[in-house]
């Protein structure tokens, strides 16, 4: 019997509205006519029947019967690395079909592409499910960078990242698992640090840093009111959080310098670029407008 997904609540009697894409599947692809029966899940209730009436153009479907109850399945998290189009097609899915419950996408350093249309990937997998008779619907993340996705399951889950040249690693424990698998060349070094950290718990101490130099973000960005028309105090606060993260983030305490004296570059820096793209309705070179900043601070230092 043809399945469709449908995404609104089910209740006995519930009269549904078919969209115009699943109305012509329907009517013209599988040639159903009007009293005619199919299956429909939503990903929450379960298996239910409908019968369907056609009513000038339009197609509705009645639900007469609950089938079977919703579908708990074991919760697996699945993390991959953006690929090509085509690609990533097959992984959302083959992961639906296999029954993962989770799909987080991650912006890897050496990923091809950096975004993820999230309107044909939910297609996909509703398609998927249709397909392999599943109950429930896998959830679907925005693309996300790869430690935003680790500090989320971080104490969720059972991290295990796979690598391509014999090097995967994980962490032991009776959580659901993520399974992080990287882009066409593996993961970066920079990244396989990063998840060799977050086994060992270092993570918490890169938090801690973060934590403790907010303040001297809140300093830097004071500096820069007085050279800024348009952009609000706490605006300027976000861009220079930004530039703390990559500081901590490229931070090589080997060198010998402060880091209070490395971070001051990467928050000034986030800053002026969060005032040149967001203040202007014309954009001016970044360049440009740290020299029309010096040339102001001049001008108040001397009125002053």
């Known amino acids: 019997m043809i399945r469709l997904f449908i995404a609104s609540d089910f209740s006995l009697g519930t009269r549904l509205i078919l969209p115009v894409k699943q109305a012509h599947y329907v009517l013209h692809v599988m040639r159903l006519k009007q009293g005619d029966q199919l299956e429909v899940v939503n990903g929450r209730q379960g298996l239910w029947l409908g019968e369907i009436h056609v009513e000038k153009k339009q197609v509705f479907l009645t639900l007469i019967k609950h089938l079977l109850p919703a579908q708990n399945l074991p919760p697996c998290i699945l993390c991959p690395a953006l690929i090509k189009k085509e690609a990533m097609d097959f992984v959302l899915q083959k992961a639906t079909e296999l029954g993962i419950t989770e799909i987080r996408p991650i912006v890897a350093e050496r990923s091809v592409v950096s975004s993820l249309n999230l309107d044909r990937s939910e297609m996909i997998i509703r398609e998927a499910c249709e397909q392999c008779e599943r109950l429930d619907k896998p959830c679907l993340y925005a693309p996300q960078s790869l430690y935003e996705v680790l500090t989320q399951l971080q104490g969720q889950a059972t991290l295990v990242w796979l ?24 993961w970066s070094l920079k990244e396989q640090e990063l998840f060799k950290r977050i086994r060992n718990g270092d993570i918490e101490a890169r938090n801690e840093i ?27 606060i976000q861009d220079g959080n930004l530039g703390l993260i990559e500081a901590v983030d490229n931070f090589d305490y080997t060198l010998g310098y402060r880091f209070n004296t490395y971070s001051a570059y990467w928050i000034k820096s986030y800053i002026i670029m969060g005032i040149v793209n967001k203040s202007r309705i014309i954009r001016i070179p970044c360049h440009l407008h740290y020299d029309i900043f010096k040339a102001r601070k001049m001008a108040s230092s001397r009125n002053c």
Do not use: C, H
């Not at 014999?166 to 990287?182: I, Y």
């Not at 934590?211 to 605006?235: G, H, M, Y």
């Open 163 to 186: 690598s391509e040249r014999g090097q995967s690693q994980g962490q032991k424990g009776t959580l659901p698992s993520a399974l992080f698998v990287g882009p066409e060349g593996g």
């Open 210 to 236: 973060i934590e403790r130099n907010l303040r001297f973000v809140v300093n830097i960005a004071r500096q820069f009111i007085k050279a800024n028309e348009t952009l609000p105090f706490p605006d300027l």
